[in-house]
């Protein structure tokens, strides 16, 4: 499909990285992960600077019926429920144009069955009107189990089940399956070898990836290909207070305080007591993460891509003194804390940049510590809090004792935080901490 692009305006602190505006339309039946897709690419685009918004036409038909009855809604005779659906999909579309044309997005996701070769003709002709490239994202899934395992899992927190229990939600579910698969027209490597598309079959077993065109398109492949459902915990934690901390001096690569040391040997018991099975433990390439992750006795992992922010020609300085020494660059970076570079050293927009491979893995593996420093950490969670790159540097001081940990699951529905476990135990404090950080 070839596609006319217009010029448009970006948002301020938007870098724009498509030539055009890209719509990804989800594909498949009922219960196949597309919401879970959906979201994790949105959270993924935004992170990486993308400015990206989803349109769950699930959620619009919601707001146009308030009452979920049962799958009878969607028969293929019943006509009312048909006019219903397509007037939603079609306010969702006018929804993306407005989003991609007017309010400088240039990702939107299309979240929708988009089952029949008609409905996503409709959609591509939508698309080329408007200038947007567009990317389909197909989830076949044949397996009774993983099919079963996500109703259950998933389809119980929807808003469709509220007070419903579980053998209903599974029976009416099924029931709502049926009704789509009599008209279903999966993509097919003839009938639309011209569209772009990534079809995903049985959670990852296997992948058709057809007429990749650009750079956008590239990096929603490769995160699709690394991300899975099985439920796991990452742990987030700062390195304990090191020598630097003491006296209050960024960056540089001292070793651990004294009640570093403490925090590390807390650390430690904390681990054992959560039981957790094949733990992995990452930590940068600097003696405090080092040093934390030694106490914990445990093998791990050293990244590079951990350290922490470089402060250039700052580090192993006080605040005070780059106020004094640097007060043009103290002021510059006041005004602008996401791309401020340090003079030889790094932005948050760099280390957001530098930390996009440890994401990737961290989707790819089960049980993880991650023993890192504080603004890693800052642009870690604002990955798993579903916050854009711009905003991580308003996360305020992370504490040098802080554990966080985020439960993943395949739960589109809820939204899971982090939260610090309760660790009584563990009482050791930072007495130095970082000014206008």
Not at 73 to 101: H, M, W
Not at 217 to 234: E, K
Request: charged share 25%; hydrophobic share 35%; net charge positive.
């Amino acid at each position: 499909m070839r596609v006319s692009c217009r010029p448009r305006a970006t948002r301020d602190m938007a870098v724009c990285m498509t030539n055009c505006p890209t719509l990804i339309v989800t594909v498949g039946l009922p219960a196949r992960g597309k919401t879970y897709i959906s979201k994790k690419l949105t959270r993924y685009l935004n992170w990486i600077g993308v400015p990206t918004k989803e349109f769950n036409v699930g959620q619009y038909r919601r707001e146009c019926v308030k009452i979920y009855k049962s799958f009878e809604f969607f028969r293929p005779d019943n006509e009312e429920g048909l006019k219903i659906r397509r007037q939603c999909a079609l306010t969702a579309l006018n929804d993306v144009r407005q989003y991609l044309s007017v309010e400088a997005g240039q990702v939107a996701v299309f979240d929708a069955t988009n089952t029949t070769r008609q409905r996503r003709g409709t959609i591509t002709r939508f698309a080329e009107q408007n200038g947007f490239k567009v990317f389909f994202v197909e989830s076949v899934c044949e397996d009774p189990d993983v099919i079963a395992e996500n109703i259950v899992q998933v389809k119980l927190g929807s808003p469709d089940y509220i007070d419903c229990n579980t053998e209903e939600v599974v029976e009416d579910f099924m029931k709502r399956i049926k009704c789509y698969e009599n008209s279903y027209q999966p993509l097919d490597e003839v009938l639309d070898r011209d569209l772009s598309y990534i079809k995903i079959m049985d959670v990852g077993r296997r992948y058709l990836v057809n007429q990749v065109q650009d750079h956008i398109q590239s990096r929603i492949v490769y995160y699709l290909m690394n991300i899975h459902i099985t439920p796991r915990s990452i742990y987030l934690c700062r390195h304990g207070e090191s020598d630097h901390n003491v006296k209050g001096r960024i960056g540089g690569d001292s070793g651990l305080s004294g009640r570093g040391k403490e925090f590390a040997k807390c650390l430690e018991k904390f681990i054992q007591e959560q039981n957790i099975k094949d733990l992995k433990v990452w930590t940068s390439q600097m003696k405090r993460t080092i040093q934390t992750a030694e106490a914990v006795a445990v093998p791990y992992e050293q990244w590079k891509a951990l350290n922490e922010i470089d402060a250039g020609v700052c580090e192993e300085m006080m605040y005070e003194e780059i106020q004094g020494h640097f007060p043009q660059e103290f002021a510059l970076r006041d005004q602008d804390k996401y791309r401020y570079r340090y003079p030889k050293g790094e932005s948050y927009e760099d280390l957001v940049q530098r930390l996009e491979p440890v994401i990737m893995e961290l989707e790819r593996q089960e049980n993880v510590l991650v023993i890192c420093h504080q603004a890693v950490m800052r642009c870690l969670l604002a990955y798993f809090l579903d916050k854009s790159a711009g905003s991580v540097y308003l996360f305020k001081s992370i504490f040098i004792k802080s554990i966080l940990h985020q439960q993943m699951s395949q739960s589109a529905y809820t939204e899971t935080k982090p939260k610090t476990p309760n660790s009584k135990q563990c009482r050791c404090r930072s007495t130095a901490a970082r000014k206008n950080s």
